[in-house]
């Protein structure tokens, strides 16, 4: 059983769409722009601000003002980071678990680390991580395998004994690269015609209380 467990942030951890479609929307206000459904921007999240600007503005990244959207987005997101994020419901179950059985467990994202650590800090997991690996810690972010092998260097275990939890291909790729067992976060911000099953993940998991049940079962 892998005793140590890596997660992703957005989409597996923390439900942060909510905070993301807010800054979204505030910056379409700037443009008299109406707010988009957060059903759409939900589905584009994972896929970062990028995708996000894509979505809400219809220009390609090469439009002069597409680097200005950007940061004013992030920048707006950064102002109300934790204004509506909350943990997945049973997540906080799933931690506690991992606490108190003696597991140790981490995060690696491909948020920036200066909105990922005022997120982790505001959520009060920042101390119980134990490892916090964001998407400039080095050079390379996933899918590259090298955050997650990076994670493991910093909790001092091997990627055999570890398990990778996210809700993209992305996530899961950068996983299997890396040697990890693998599981597919469904409750997660999947884009449309998504097919999880199709990643190559050792497991999915529907909620996070599967997380715990999976995760019981192999005490």
Excluded at 38 to 51: C, D, H, K, T
Aim: glycine share 8%.
């Amino acid at each position: 059983m892998p005793g140590h467990i890596l997660f992703d942030l957005d989409g597996t951890v923390a439900d942060t769409a909510p905070d993301l479609a807010l800054a979204l929307n505030l910056l379409r206000l700037e443009y008299d722009m109406p707010p988009l459904d957060f059903r759409e921007i939900r589905s584009v999240v994972s896929l970062g601000a990028v995708a996000m600007i894509k979505l809400a503005f219809k220009i390609p990244e090469s439009d002069p003002e597409f680097e200005k959207l950007r940061n004013k987005l992030l920048e707006i997101y950064s102002q109300n980071i934790c204004a509506h994020t909350t943990l997945f419901p049973g997540m906080a179950s799933v931690l506690d678990h991992l606490d108190t059985g003696g597991y140790s467990w981490g995060i690696v994202t491909n948020k920036p680390a200066w909105l990922t650590g005022p997120l982790m800090e505001a959520l009060n997991l920042n101390h119980r991580a134990g490892c916090i690996v964001s998407g400039d810690t080095l050079s390379q972010r996933k899918p590259s395998p090298e955050p997650l092998l990076h994670a493991c260097k910093l909790m001092a275990c091997l990627p055999a004994d570890t398990t990778y939890i996210g809700d993209t291909a992305t996530d899961i790729l950068a996983g299997v690269n890396a040697g990890m067992f693998t599981g597919v976060a469904r409750y997660g911000y999947l884009e449309s015609g998504a097919t999880p099953h199709n990643w190559g993940a050792d497991i999915l998991f529907e909620t996070p209380l599967d997380i715990l049940h999976w995760l019981q079962a192999k005490s």
